[in-house]
C-alpha cells in the first residue's frame, strides 16, 4: 500500500500508464504513428520530431511527391496517399498501416485546408471542401483507428484544432466552424473512450508559419505582410512548426497520461487577452 496526499492508495488500482518509468515518457520506440497532411507544414515537423523519438510514422497526405519527400527524410517508407475526406481512404490508411506494422499506437490529425471568405463570400463547394478535409477527415480517421486501439487497450490521438475555433476571426467564416466542430468532437469523443486507454486531445495553434498561412492571400506575401501578422501576436513573432510539434509530441506521449478532451492552446498568449 502507498500513501499519496494523506490518502491510502490501493496500487493494483492506479492506471496502468502510472507504472511507466518517467524516464521513458517520451520515447516513442517500438510504437507507430498515423500523421495525415504530413507532408508539409506542422504535419511534416510532428512527422520528424516522432521519427527522431523512436517512432514508426506513416505519412498520409494527398500531395505524393512532398509526402515521398518527408518519407524518405525520416525513412518511414511507403507513404500513403489520398484524401481523408474519403471514409472509404480512411479506413484503408488505417488497414494497410495494421497490415504493415501490426499495431497503431498514435493518430495525428494534421491534415487541413482554409478558405478566406466571409460566410456570405464561401461558395457551396468552398463550404463542403473544408469541412470535408478539416472536420469529416477528422472524424473518420478517428473512427478507423479507434478499433485498433481498444484492442490493444491503448492509443492516443491528437487532432489539430485552431485558436481560431475558440475565438473566431474575419474572413475565414468556414475554418473557424470546422475548428470549433473539432474541439468538441475532440472532447466528445474523449469521453466516449475515457475507459477503453485511449486519450483524445487537440493541439490549438495561433499564427503558425506554414504554407497555409501563406495560402489563399487575396495579396502579395510580402516580409512586410508577415511581420504585420507577427505583429499581432503578444511574443511579437510567428510560431516554426516544430514549436507545435513538439507539443503535439507530449499529448501522444504518457507524459500526458492524466490529459484526455484537453485543447492545449500554443499561440504566443495570442488567447489569453
Known amino acids: ?53 523512436g517512432g514508426q510514422v506513416v505519412i498520409v497526405d494527398r500531395n505524393e511527391s512532398l509526402a515521398r519527400q518527408v518519407a524518405g527524410d525520416i525513412d518511414a517508407g511507403e507513404p500513403i496517399i489520398g484524401d481523408v475526406s474519403d471514409s472509404a481512404f480512411c479506413n484503408r490508411a488505417v488497414e494497410a498501416t495494421l497490415a504493415r506494422h501490426g499495431r497503431l499506437d498514435v493518430l495525428v490529425n494534421a491534415a487541413g485546408v482554409i478558405v478566406r471568405a466571409s460566410g456570405e463570400q464561401t461558395t457551396d463547394e468552398q463550404w463542403q471542401r473544408i469541412i470535408g478535409v478539416n472536420l469529416n477527415g477528422v472524424f473518420f480517421m478517428c473512427r478507423a483507428a479507434i478499433p485498433a486501439m481498444k484492442r490493444q487497450g491503448k492509443g492516443a490521438i491528437v487532432n489539430f484544432g485552431s485558436i481560431w475555433g475558440d475565438v473566431g476571426a474575419a474572413g475565414v467564416a468556414a475554418y473557424c466552424a470546422t475548428k470549433g466542430g473539432v474541439h468538441l468532437l475532440t472532447k466528445a469523443m474523449a469521453l466516449d473512450h475515457a475507459t477503453d486507454g485511449i486519450r483524445i486531445n487537440a493541439v490549438c495553434p495561433g499564427e503558425v508559419n506554414t504554407p497555409m498561412l501563406q495560402s489563399e492571400r487575396h495579396e502579395p506575401v510580402t516580409p512586410e505582410m508577415m511581420q504585420k501578422i507577427a505583429d499581432t501576436v503578444p511574443m511579437g513573432r510567428l510560431a516554426e512548426p516544430v514549436e507545435i510539434a513538439r507539443v503535439v509530441l507530449f499529448l501522444a506521449s504518457d507524459a ?17 487577452r
Do not use: H
Not at 518509468?21 to 516522432?50: H, K, P
Not at 492552446?265 to 488567447?271: F, M, P, R
Open 1 to 53: 500500500m502507498g500513501r499519496l496526499m494523506g490518502l491510502i492508495i490501493n496500487p493494483i488500482s492506479l492506471s496502468p500508464y502510472l507504472l511507466i518509468s518517467g524516464s521513458n515518457d517520451m520515447n516513442f520506440t517500438g510504437q507507430v504513428a498515423i500523421i495525415t497532411g504530413a507532408a508539409s507544414g506542422m504535419g511534416a515537423a510532428t512527422a520528424r520530431e516522432l521519427a527522431a523519438a
Open 256 to 272: 500526458a497520461s492524466y490529459m484526455t478532451g484537453s485543447l492545449v492552446a500554443v499561440d504566443a498568449g495570442y488567447t489569453a
